[in-house]
């Protein structure tokens, strides 16, 4: 298997971010997932990721659904406000609390029964109106929380535990995602913690909704040979599109390739995303090229990684709504109030 | 003219002997959905008010954009009773499928203006029929015909008002306020106006039954409908945050709420103090509020009941979690396509108790505009204070009509907003705090704001399972303590909680308790039982829930209680007998159903029919009673509710 991220700069990672905090500063509760889910490995490169940018943790708010996917904001950053919404719920309650303040960082996980089922609906219109946060999708296709029923996001022909075949297409959430006009889609694989920890670091810098879709394997519900969501399954199948690099607006590193070799993408923070082709010149930009390489991928039984669609200029909601800078949530009353003039006027006009 | 023959003679026995009633009518307006006839009314209902006489005006409308049945009823009442009249006195006819029915409906003596093609004039002799060639005359007025429908509706508006006697004057000055100074649309409509005064003048026979005259009781008010009362109110509250899904009759609500916002907190750089989200369905809409109301906003959405049943999960979380929001329903008739354009008071028992396990919530019960305004601004302030779902329970009727009020007044006091920990008072308690803790005694813990700059802020929010510190708990021990400490909340909150209003007369026997809008009609039955049949009550008008302990003295002080809902079973009734023990036995319903406003006469009769048929300790003096009923309803009995208004 190809190498999944491009070496840009020194890798060391040193004990003291920009901002002196420590990795364990990012860290959260002791996980209770079974010992293996590739949920906990997503939770590790969050920390990582958020480490490593130096994103102070009072200012990011975590948001899920329910699932064992959804629990995880429970295991990675401790200084950050968590909310366990209700199942499939998520992004109205992480709307809400981007219009109170919209300085927080957003960060969502939920699962593939979460989102792809019974918060179909909600992840649409999230995407539809580009709140700016990350979602990550932590893709296993079951339901691990209420033991092990077939999700949306199931393979034709994919086995359960018990026997059952799942004679129903996929969803594909990325190319859903796609065909919404999202302007950041990832597909990610918990196997491969440093091409994910450069999807995340990408997903910080975007301004707008971030979808990361993560191939994150049931240990207990779905690892057997038969399953199309294992480990095992996924490694032999992991198709990647590009090796991906990124470098933060602080860096100013210059990153040395071969004309045509590698596409470069300014992120609204000013940092760069590189990737480096692998196989075929992809271009994540092209939202319609996205779409035929995951149909593609779809007939050819490949699961496609890598930064499938990017359009960092796309306007967030909240450069829509045009609020004052300060948080709603905290204006004085002065702010709130109109005064009592305009209260007198509008009596005028109903007399 | 043949026509005016009868309509004089009918006049002639009507009024005989008698002088003209005056200020004291209700004029009932059937068109046809979509035929802009909202306009006519509003001028015709407006330009009475503007006399100075007290006036409602109440929409009667299909759930159709188009060609359904519509009506309009204005009630003038010198006495400032504005509740539903069952009774037309005036008929305005301009609709050929209900025409007849119509007609049939009206009590004898009525005066009915008819469009010419109906030809009603020989359909009851006992009905003076003014009729008008509207269509021609305005062909007179315009040759674009979508405009000529219009005009013909301000055409009636004309011969109304000379009939009975509305000054030109006030009907030019409403005129140009429906249509806010604008002379194009001004003039065409004053020219209506004058057709259908000259043709009146000209061609009708005078009619001297009906009659309103100028007088002085609504100098300085003014007219508003509910929701756009309470838009205000959610304004000046300092609402942040609105998230909403369409639905009537509760989307002019935040519809007025935006245009409001747009005008007054947009700031000079063209910046808003508000964020506004039309969500893809009431669930999202009401997990907006709760998102926003744990980052922190003044969050607010408004619904019906349909909307309220989708919100259920998330209100439940609301509660647990401790989440401050606002939920305004609208109550209307039935689910789907029921009489979603109708009004009820049917979801009470929803909104008490909404959503699963040991849930309760505070609910403001507005009965008036003025409390739409003010209950806008308390409930946005006993969210955020109790940490909390707080539901508004207002209905169509309120919501949607026109009503007459005082000017709101501004709020003198400065907004509440709860127990927040600052970053400043965290580092005062050295970052020593829990979530869920019940410092203070009251059952209300304190909480942090995301994004809040100190590193011991932060907390972990989610259902019913936790500890104090929001740390997740299964311990039986600890899920009981925070369920009974929720329960010390909602007593915590009935000390703050809107009290009802309460007026006792002396020596009254029984009490009325009603809630929103049955208050209009319920105040002048009292009036009727008082004067037509020497009936002294007592009445209690329920401002909120949970039941405060006025309640209970209430209830004790007096031998029946009347408890008169817009509703099937009782709902209000039944959440009363919950609370009140030994008491409850005193409860009686009386029960009003059909989708229209409750009027005062079918509370007056169902109080008089079931005082006559109960077996008092000591008899009371039923001046004037009617004997009862020979065959006993089976609802007749004390106990039970009464059918009212079936007439309806
Ligand atoms: C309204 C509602 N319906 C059903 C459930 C039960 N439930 C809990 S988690 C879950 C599925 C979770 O699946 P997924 O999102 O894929 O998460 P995973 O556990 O696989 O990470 C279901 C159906 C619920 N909590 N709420
Ligand atoms: S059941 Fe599956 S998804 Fe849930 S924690 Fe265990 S391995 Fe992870
Ligand atoms: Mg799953």
């Known amino acids: 298997m190809a190498e999944s991220t491009l070496k840009i700069g020194t890798a060391e990672v040193p004990k003291e971010n920009r901002i002196g905090l420590k990795a364990t500063d990012y860290h959260g509760g002791k996980s209770t997932l079974c010992a293996g889910c590739g949920h906990d490995a997503i939770s590790n490169q969050i920390v990582r990721a958020f480490y490593e940018m130096s994103v102070k943790p009072e200012r990011v708010a975590k948001f899920s659904g329910i699932g064992c996917s959804s629990k995880t904001p429970a295991y990675f950053l401790s200084r950050a406000h968590g909310f366990n919404a209700v199942h499939g719920r998520m992004p109205a309650i992480a709307t809400g609390a981007m219009l109170a303040n919209h300085h927080l960082l957003g960060i969502g996980v939920s699962g593939d029964g979460d989102t792809a089922s019974i918060g179909l609906g909600q992840f649409m219109h999230m995407i539809r109106r580009n709140i700016p946060m990350i979602y990550i999708v932590e893709n296993n296709g079951v339901y691990g929380l209420t033991k092990g029923q077939f999700s949306a996001t199931a393979d034709e022909g994919s086995k359960l535990k018990t026997g059952v075949i799942n004679d129903l297409p996929p969803m594909d959430l990325c190319a859903l995602?796609?065909?919404?006009?999202?302007?950041?889609?990832?597909?990610?694989?918990?196997?491969?913690?440093?091409?994910?920890?450069?999807?995340?670091?990408?997903?910080?810098?975007?301004?707008?909704?971030?979808?990361?879709?993560?191939?994150?394997?049931?240990?207990?519900?779905?690892?057997?040979?038969?399953?199309?969501?294992?480990?095992?399954y996924a490694k032999e199948h992991d198709e990647l599109l590009h090796q991906i690099g990124f470098v933060p607006s602080y860096e100013q590193i210059e990153v040395d390739y071969e004309p045509g070799e590698v596409k470069e993408v300014t992120m609204h923070d000013g940092s760069r995303i590189v990737l480096k082709k692998i196989e075929e010149a992809y271009d994540p930009t092209d939202a319609t090229n996205a779409l035929v390489r995951l149909k593609q991928a779809e007939s050819a039984g490949q699961m496609l990684t890598g930064l499938v669609h990017l359009q960092p200029e796309k306007k967030s909601f909240m450069d829509l709504l045009h609020v004052v800078d300060e948080p709603l949530a905290t204006l004085t009353l002065e702010r709130t109030r109109p005064p009592r003039e305009a209260l007198d006027k509008i009596m005028q006009e109903l007399m | 003219m043949p026509e005016s023959q009868t309509a004089s003679a009918v006049l002639e026995t009507a009024s005989a002997g008698g002088d003209p009633i005056v200020n004291d009518c209700t004029i009932h307006v059937a068109t046809v959905n979509g035929s802009g006839s909202q306009s006519s009314n509003n001028v015709l209902m407006r330009s009475i008010f503007q006399m100075g006489v007290p006036v409602s005006g109440k929409n009667m409308f299909p759930s159709n954009i188009a060609g359904l049945p519509t009506w309009f009823t204005i009630r003038a009442n010198k006495d400032g009773w504005i509740a539903r009249k069952k009774e037309v006195d005036i008929m305005v006819c301009m609709n050929a499928q209900t025409a007849r029915e119509d007609v049939a409906g009206l009590p004898p003596g009525a005066l009915c203006i008819y469009d010419a093609p109906l030809n009603l004039k020989s359909s009851r002799p006992d009905i003076a029929f003014f009729e008008v060639p509207f269509a021609k005359l305005a062909g007179e007025l315009a040759d674009d015909s979508r405009l000529r429908k219009l005009l013909a509706n301000m055409v009636y508006v004309g011969v109304v008002a000379q009939l009975l006697g509305i000054e030109r004057e006030e009907l030019v000055n409403a005129i140009t306020k429906q249509f806010k100074g604008k002379k194009k649309a001004i003039d065409p409509n004053v020219a209506a106006i004058d057709k259908g005064m000259d043709f009146a003048r000209a061609s009708l026979p005078k009619q001297e039954k009906h009659r309103i005259e100028r007088m002085n009781a609504t100098a300085g008010k003014i007219i508003i409908d509910g929701n756009a009362a309470a838009a205000i109110g959610a304004m000046f509250g300092g609402v942040t945050a609105v998230t909403w899904y369409p639905i009537t009759p509760s989307s002019s609500l935040c519809e007025s709420l935006i245009d409001y916002l747009r005008q007054y907190r947009v700031e000079k750089d063209g910046k808003a103090t508000f964020a506004v989200v039309q969500a893809e369905d009431e669930l999202a809409a009401v997990g907006m509020v709760l998102g926003a109301g744990w980052a922190g906003a003044r969050s607010m959405t408004s619904t019906a009941g349909p909307g309220i049943s989708l919100m259920a999960e998330f209100v439940g979380l609301g509660y647990f979690a401790e989440i401050p929001g606002v939920i305004w329903d609208i109550q209307r008739v039935g689910p789907s396509t029921g009489l979603p354009t109708r009004t009820a008071?049917?979801?009470?028992?929803?909104?008490?108790?909404?959503?699963?396990?040991?849930?309760?919530?505070?609910?403001?019960?507005?009965?008036?505009?003025?409390?739409?305004?003010?209950?806008?601004?308390?409930?946005?302030?006993?969210?955020?204070e109790f940490q909390t779902p707080v539901f508004v329970l207002s209905d169509l009727d309120l919501g949607m009509n026109n009503w007459m009020s005082d000017p709101f007044k501004y709020p003198e006091k400065p907004i509440r907003r709860g127990k927040v920990l600052t970053k400043e008072k965290l580092d005062e308690l050295k970052g020593q705090w829990g979530r869920y803790a019940d410092v203070d005694g009251d059952g209300i813990p304190w909480r942090t704001l995301p994004g809040t700059d100190h590193p011991m802020a932060s907390y972990f929010t989610r259902g019913s399972g936790h500890d104090d510190f929001a740390r997740y708990s299964e311990k039986p021990e600890v899920y009981k303590a925070t369920v009974d400490r929720l329960a010390r909340k909602i007593e915590t909150a009935k000390l703050f909680v809107p009290p009802p209003a309460v007026d006792i007369s002396e020596g009254a026997r029984i009490g009325f308790i009603a809630y929103g809008t049955t208050d209009f009609a319920l105040e002048e039955a009292r009036y009727q039982l008082r004067t037509e049949h020497g009936i002294e009550t007592s009445y209690l008008r329920l401002r909120s829930l949970p039941f405060t302990g006025d309640v209970r003295s209430f209830v004790s002080m007096h031998d029946r209680i009347y408890v008169v809902e817009q509703n099937r079973d009782g709902q209000m009734g039944d959440l009363l007998k919950l609370e009140l023990g030994a008491d409850q036995e005193k409860i009686r319903k009386i029960l009003h159903y059909t989708g229209l406003p409750c009027d005062a006469r079918s509370i007056t009769e169902a109080v008089v029919q079931m005082e006559a048929t109960i077996e008092c300790p000591e008899p009371l003096l039923l001046v004037r009673a009617e004997p009862p009923a020979a065959k006993a309803s089976p609802m007749a009995s004390g106990t039970q509710p009464t059918t009212r208004a079936t007439e309806d």
């Open chain 2, 345 to 384: 008071q049917g979801d009470v028992n929803q909104v008490a108790y909404l959503s699963h396990g040991d849930t309760q919530h505070i609910v403001l019960i507005p009965s008036s505009v003025s409390e739409c305004f003010d209950f806008a601004i308390e409930a946005l302030d006993l969210a955020e």
């Open chain 1, 177 to 232: 995602a796609v065909q919404l006009g999202c302007g950041f889609v990832a597909r990610g694989f918990a196997g491969d913690p440093k091409q994910m920890v450069n999807i995340l670091k990408a997903a910080i810098a975007h301004n707008g909704l971030a979808v990361i879709d993560v191939i994150s394997p049931c240990v207990t519900f779905n690892n057997h040979d038969g399953s199309t969501k294992s480990y095992t």
